[in-house]
């Protein structure tokens, strides 16, 4: 059994620019991703009627959302089908699976999904000022943790990891090691933001965030744009590159939506994600030949590599201790191009980028130097999963 | 400024209402389910558990210990100078219910899973925040 009847099929990714405080809007970095992936495919615009993006035009600040459908679509005048964003999904490419659902059931034929943001550049411009500045009050998913002081992510994630490492004894320097892996990575990658080697003391002495998550483990706001296309399998033939097949998808969330509630502090929603993509294919964990998981922060890098089942959980610090288990020539190797961490948060959108590069062997300096057929895709963290098995025959 | 001390207040609800000012009279109050009388946070107008309508605030005990922390460092708000004690606390009634909360009158490096807390209220200006500090023996 394959993710919808193995009729959607991924066909071209591209990148736009990506850096630090680039100085362009969101939706420049959008038309320019959009474009190479559209050539990446082999395709036109002409060729494009559905487009589907994460987040869509929610009240954020900072430069979250960098461009929308709706930009998109307009800047370069397409037809299309079907259209999609939203939020409310399972991880940040929950619309990129409905994607795929949307060319299978015959709503759009080649669809160009994609995640923008400009964070560096807009936080350049006073983020900080924006949250302590404005006559506003915690409302909604902020009403029970900003009056606390509960301000980021590495406050709410932190804790989670602190419960974590208090039940299993995972360490710093556990976490470090797998800093410093994307950080090796991202040395060969030249589109990475951070390439400079990072030692197990740079990664200790760096400036504590949020216990127990140092500057190094929080990812790296970006200026960038990644696009993904999603075909019909019947349209695939023929284009520039191998259809790449979505073997299985998962985007299950089996309890309350939140950052506190879970009953076990030790999983997150990628654990339900990942559990019930298992249940819709005939590969296991141990076919795997490398993963791409998202690293928003380190801690969850090493969830996702207990939800897909890579080790047991509870396990992930000695895993983390044996780098063949994860460095670029290893068993099972985690974020080839270095992650958010090192990569830039390109929001979810850089790991399916990354994952489809490798099976078609066009990574270059960092291309995994071994076949590689079955890739697993892990995007999100808290309550937020969603996660795909990518294959390429 | 969200107000002079530099801090973000909470947008205060039908729901949340008996939350956000119960400190004012000293009292914890947590949304309950009166069908099965589980407790529920953040208040909301059903329970998750068995979907009873018939809910709303109790008053808690106040009592709860510590699930999880983490000690931020960031200055994000003028008012939390850090180092201060990002908290998710479990009710003594029911440990499945967590308040994500601050801790005060507490050494950072003194924290531990486990440790058993009790509230105090901040109050700021229509609101009555519930902080945690440590029971003292």
Known sequence: MTFVEDRAVITGVGQSQIGRRIGRTGIDLALEAAERAVAHAGLTFDDIDGIASYPGPVAAEGGFVGATTHDVRDAFGLRTTWHVSGVETSGQIGTMLDAAAAVASGRATHVLCFRSVWEATAQAAGRAAALTGKAVRASGHSEFRMPFGAASPANWIGMYAQRYMHEFGLTREQLGKLVINARHNAGLNPQAIYRDPMTMDDYLNARMVSWPFGLYDCDVPADGATAVIVSRREAAGGLANAPISIEAAGAALYERHSWDQRADLTTMASHDAAASMWETTSFTAGDVDFATLYDGFSYLCTQWIEAFGFTEHGKVGPFLDDEENYRLEGRLPINPHGGQLSAGRLHGYGFVHEACVQLWRQAGERQIPKDVELAAVGVGGGPEAGCMLLHLA | ?137
């Open chain 2, 1 to 137: 400024m969200a107000d002079p001390e530099g801090r973000m207040l909470p947008e205060v609800t039908a729901e949340s209402r008996a939350f956000w000012t119960g400190g004012f009279e000293q009292e914890l109050r947590i949304y309950r389910c009166q069908a099965c009388r589980s407790w529920i946070h953040p208040p909301v107008g059903a329970c998750w558990r068995c979907r009873s309508r018939d809910v709303g605030p109790e008053v808690a005990s106040g009592r709860a210990k510590v699930a999880a922390y983490s000690i931020n460092h960031h200055p994000w708000f003028p008012a939390f100078p850090p180092p201060y004690v990002v908290a998710a606390v479990e009710l003594d009634e029911d440990p499945s219910v967590r308040l994500t909360t601050c801790l005060v009158d507490c050494d950072v490096d003194q924290v531990e899973v486990g440790m058993a807390v009790e509230v105090v209220f901040d109050e700021q200006d229509d609101v009555a925040l519930p902080l945690f500090r440590p029971v003292m023996a």
